[in-house]
């Protein structure tokens, strides 16, 4: 599938990297305006998810695909594993959730690290392969392209739990 992602320079994918915290933030904010949204933050919204469990699953997924993308850059022979490119496999955690804080801090902390290490590699290693766990490779930049998929996916969804939970109010 090829989406407006496939086609985000190194650069581009960067600076989105670098402005998730600020609008993860936005979106928290948001839900916490009055005692009532505050309220509603762990509460299923019309896509089963609360924004607490959205903002977890954001953390969980930035996790995980830093760590894969580390290894790539940093490995002699990198392997991804195939469950960190499947979200539904992303999103599994048998841990307890975060606070929305929490989960945003822990986000802000990863996207930081991540943008500072992309910051400083080079055209070969954003072009470097990987080996995926089950068969076929995949580059670093696809890889990045992946992770930003991913955490703009998770961050429509916690807009959309907000204008939800905001809807709720009397």
Do not use: C
Not at 9 to 23: F, G, H, M, N
Request: net charge negative; glycine share 6%.
């Amino acid at each position: 599938m090829t989406d407006r992602y496939d086609s985000l320079s190194p650069r581009d994918l960067i600076v989105t990297l670098r402005s998730l915290p600020r609008r993860f933030d936005q979106v928290h904010a948001g839900a916490t305006l009055t005692e009532d949204l505050v309220a509603l933050i762990d509460a299923p919204g019309p896509e089963g998810f609360s924004l607490s469990s959205v903002a977890n699953n954001a953390a969980r997924t930035l996790a995980v695909l830093r760590a894969a993308i580390d290894g790539v850059i940093t490995s002699n022979s990198p392997t991804v594993n195939a469950k960190a490119l499947d979200a539904s496999d992303r999103l599994k955690s048998d841990g307890p959730l975060m606070t929305v804080k929490n989960a945003v801090g822990m986000l802000s902390d990863d996207a930081q690290a991540l943008g500072d290490q992309l910051d400083g590699i080079s055209a070969d290693d954003w072009a470097r392969n990987a080996d995926i766990t089950g068969g076929g490779s995949i580059q670093t930049v696809a890889l990045v392209r992946e992770l930003v998929r991913a955490m703009i996916t998770l961050l429509r969804s916690a807009e959309k739990q907000v204008e939800w939970m905001k809807a709720q109010q009397p």
